[in-house]
């Protein structure tokens, strides 16, 4: 348990592929959850990310990406 940190840090991550297919499915939705033992777990935040928009940019996958991942 991590408590009165406003600086997190987070270790664990997953990555997920999923093959779409443009322009039906071009939003990508993400939402973090808070996990909870003893009540309802709530949404922290969540971003709506144009796939489309982004795939035909000049930029491509790269917008937004950091060089270095700390693990």
């Not at 039906?24 to 144009?50: A, P």
Request: a negative charge; aromatic letters at 12%.
């Amino acid at each position: 348990m991590v408590e009165r940190i406003l600086d997190l840090l987070f270790i664990d991550y997953s990555v997920f592929e999923h093959e779409i297919t443009f322009p039906m499915e071009s939003q990508l939705v993400v939402q973090v959850w808070d996990w909870d033992m003893l009540s309802k777990d709530d949404l922290i935040g969540e971003t709506k990310i144009d796939l489309e928009n982004r795939y035909y940019s000049r930029h491509r996958a790269t917008c937004g990406m950091n060089a270095i991942y700390h693990r």
